[in-house]
């Protein structure tokens, strides 16, 4: 190696200078901010299995999964802790919210994707977000002020608490959610497919069921599990309009109380730190959390797994 | 000639199939916005007569006629202003660490994978992560600043996302332009990269901040009260929230109240339209600068 070599590669070399300093931090201090989210996670499994392994020490994993009372804010001996009824009324209200959000959220995204003419779109898309973006605790009111009055007209028996105006009112909620994230999975669908199609002579609705929607399959249901996931975990419309009585019932008129809603009532209780019925907010957060996740995974894992490669 | 009238029927039965299908289609969307207008009118209908000036200057109370929004509209805006800068500096130095500094490995994988799980996890459990962490472990309180660390995990995830896309619809060519005029990595972001994603940055930003505005069930679960009659001094202080008001007046049993909590819904959606709006009109305004 010649001198000249030696002395141009020393020319080339990074000094220490206080800019080199500088960029060598910055990954390092993005790196912490990143490793928040991580943190978070971290924090919510340890916070809820810590209380909740301590709940089960006061209660047994048989008497939680088939115990069918759930009286965890009644003093003493009259405490039951039997998750079935909440769990019934989670799914009832998850059950219906489908029925409602389902069909119109998928209809909708067919009519936004193969039908709609641009300048409608540009109307409906924006106030698809504009309903995505109302706060729930609007739509708890709306539930109880005017779906409910509007439903005892034609159901004279209902109760004002019920579980089928807040299962309406949470599908509605749901909606945007379906419809955008079905209408992107077909807008993704290659035109050429739907020019085949058409070629072939078919119309623009046999093109929609019979090619868009197949081929958009994996995206459709992954957006329907994603729905139904947001839609058991809402909180504040079924903690308005369902009711506070949790009861073991698939009767979607009768008054109920899901996971979500026992939180908040045991949440506004004067419950002391170390009671079990305290503990017990968190063992139905564990089972609300672990749910979720179960499906949240699952979508990702339907809509990876079942992907069609155009 | 028999087997040609068949199929001209069932090409016509094919047809009408599909006119009858749009109109069902057509209608299914316009539930969305029928709903949409049906509830801001009924809000506004129950509501407006209350909208006032007492209606912003007075505490809860007892009786209806005395009852406003003073110390819910304030701790709101404690409340965000808290969470802003926090979901901001986290939340765009997350992604600009994913998009331009992570290499592909487990780690990184995993923070990834980890980010669009949270933002799948119910309000109300970030409310009990608030609760444990916030209010007792760190002995915070049921104060403002618990609830503006509950609220910026919860709307993190959407800073962040929004936060990538807009990075990562920074052309490369503008990187390679910053790269060949012997910029640094971090000056190359500094001075391309963030300006022009800013709108879109910015743009998420306020969606997750009106977000957050209309959360309820995690500041109930960290016992942001319902009954205070004095705005917050400093972020020690317990608060109440807009939301939090609504649905106490809307437990009330007596109809009056329901007209409050209509007023208060009001006050509510007039703040995130607004936000919203600000959000579309700093998007124009950049993208006309950059154009």
Redesign the interface.
């Known amino acids: 190696m010649s001198q000249a070599a030696v002395k141009a590669g020393s020319r080339f070399k990074k000094k220490r200078t206080w800019r080199n300093h500088v960029e060598s931090m910055i990954p390092k201090l993005l790196f912490i901010c990143a490793f928040v989210s991580v943190l978070t996670t971290v924090g919510i499994v340890f916070t809820l299995f810590t209380e909740t392994a301590a709940f089960f020490q006061a209660v047994s994993f048989k008497e939680f999964f088939t115990e069918t009372q759930w009286t965890a804010l009644f003093s003493g001996d009259q405490q039951k802790f039997g998750i079935l009824p909440l769990l019934s009324g989670t799914l009832l209200v998850t059950v219906g919210a489908a029925v409602v959000a389902v069909p119109i959220g998928l209809a909708s995204a067919i009519y936004l994707s193969e039908y709609a003419p641009i300048k409608v779109r540009k109307v409906v898309k924006p106030v698809l977000e504009v309903l995505a973006g109302i706060p729930t605790i609007v739509y708890g009111f709306f539930a109880l002020t005017f779906v409910t009055p509007l439903l005892r007209e034609f159901i004279p028996g209902l109760g004002i608490f019920n579980a089928l105006s807040a299962s309406i009112v949470v599908g509605i909620m749901i909606i945007p959610m379906i419809a955008s994230l079905s209408e992107d999975a077909m807008s993704a669908v290659p035109r050429s497919m739907r020019d085949a199609a058409y070629a072939m002579g078919s119309t623009r609705l046999e093109v929609a069921l019979k090619v868009v929607v197949p081929a958009a399959l994996s995206g459709i249901v992954a957006s329907f599990v994603l729905g139904l996931s947001r839609a058991i975990g809402e909180t504040m419309i079924v903690t308005i309009a369902a009711g506070s009585t949790p009861i073991l019932t698939f009767d979607p008129t009768a008054t109920i109380q899901t996971m979500t809603a026992y939180m908040v009532q045991a949440a506004l209780g004067d419950n002391t730190y170390t009671s079990v019925s305290y503990k017990s907010i968190y063992a139905v957060g564990m089972s609300l959390f672990l749910l979720t996740l179960i499906m949240n995974m699952l979508a990702r894992f339907i809509s990876r797994r079942f992907k069609e490669d155009y | 000639m028999d087997r040609r009238l068949q199929s001209d029927g069932r090409v016509t039965f094919?047809?009408s199939?599909?006119h009858v299908?749009?109109g069902?289609?057509?209608?299914?969307?316009s539930?969305?916005?029928i709903?949409?207008i049906?509830?801001l009118v009924?809000?506004w209908r129950?509501g407006w007569h209350w909208i006032s000036w007492d209606f912003f200057n007075n505490f809860a109370s007892r009786i209806a006629e005395n009852a406003g929004i003073k110390a819910a509209f304030w701790g709101s805006l404690w409340m965000i202003g808290v969470t802003a800068p926090l979901t901001f500096?986290?939340g765009v130095?997350?992604a600009?660490?994913?998009e331009e500094?992570?290499k592909k490995n487990w780690l990184n994988r995993?923070?990834q994978l980890?980010?669009?799980?949270?933002a799948?996890?119910?309000?109300?459990?970030?409310?009990?992560?608030g609760?444990?962490?916030f209010v007792?472990e760190w002995g915070l309180g049921r104060s403002v600043l618990a609830g503006s660390l509950t609220m910026t995990?919860l709307v993190?995830?959407i800073v962040?996302v929004a936060s990538r896309e807009a990075i990562a619809s920074v052309p490369a060519s503008l990187r390679q332009a910053s790269f060949a005029m012997g910029a640094?990595?971090?000056q190359t972001i500094q001075n391309v990269v963030l300006p022009y994603s800013l709108p879109g940055i910015l743009t998420g930003t306020i969606?997750a901040l009106?977000?957050a505005?209309?959360?309820?069930?995690p500041l109930?679960?960290i016992?942001a009260v319902t009954f205070v009659a004095f705005t917050p001094g400093n972020v020690l202080d317990t608060f109440t929230v807009l939301?939090i008001q609504?649905?106490s007046w809307?437990?009330q049993p007596q109809a009056v109240f329901?007209e409050l909590?209509?007023a208060g819904?009001i006050v509510?959606?007039a703040v995130?339209?607004t936000m919203?709006a600000v959000a579309i009109y700093l998007r124009n305004k950049f993208q006309r600068k950059d154009g």
Not at chain 2, 24 to 29: D, G, P, S, V
Not at chain 2, 213 to 217: F, K, L, R
């Open positions: 094919r047809r199939l599909n299908l749009h069902l289609f057509l209608l299914a969307t539930v969305g916005v709903v949409l049906v509830l009924d809000v129950q500096i986290i130095a997350t600009i660490y994913l500094y992570a995993f923070i980890n980010i669009s799980n949270l799948g996890v119910p309000s109300i459990v970030f409310g009990i992560l609760l444990t962490l007792r995990l993190l995830p962040i640094t990595r971090w969606l009106s977000r505005i209309g959360e309820t069930a109930i679960m016992g939301p609504i649905y809307i437990s329901a909590a209509a819904i509510l959606l995130l339209l919203n």
